[in-house]
């Protein structure tokens, strides 16, 4: 059985995910993946980089895709840090897919949340190891959002 423990750090601005494995006699593995707006592991076809994030650019399409990382079989917490703009997301929408896009696992709306730099937080459960994990942001032209970090 695994489950996941969420931490934050008071001196960063990133997501720290655990996995925590009841077989390994309550030991803490770390198995965060972390990726910067402007990773070399994401894509754009509508974004332009500024800082440490993407943004949006007033054309529709996809803000963010990839990382492609390999992920064994369980259960994970997929969380997109960002900010909205004046007009906010707009209609913007997020999912998260393997096997080169074609099975969705989950998808969303973008939206702030209560805690003002989490666009989105979503758990997701993959039921077989993958190799292909994307994340894809689908912004519209209207839309004014900025990732900083998934």
Do not use: Q
């Not at 770390?30 to 054309?59: A, Q």
């Amino acid at each position: 059985m695994h489950f996941f423990l969420i931490k934050e750090s008071i001196n960063s601005n990133y997501l720290n995910l655990t996995e925590k494995d009841d077989d390994l006699d309550e030991k803490l593995i770390d198995r965060t993946h972390r990726f910067w707006g402007d990773d070399r592991n994401l894509f754009t076809r509508v974004g332009k980089v500024v800082g440490r994030s993407m943004l949006s650019t007033g054309h529709e399409g996809h803000l963010i895709f990839g990382p492609y990382i390999s992920l064994a079989a369980g259960c994970y917490r997929v969380a997109i840090r960002g900010k909205l703009g004046i007009n906010g997301a707009a209609g913007s929408r997020m999912d998260v897919c393997v096997e080169k896009g074609t099975r969705v696992l989950v998808e969303s709306s973008l939206s702030l949340s209560t805690e003002d730099d989490y666009v989105v937080s979503l758990v997701i459960s993959l039921d077989t190891n993958c190799s292909d994990l994307e994340v894809r942001v689908l912004v519209k032209a209207e839309s004014e959002v900025a990732i900083s970090l998934i």
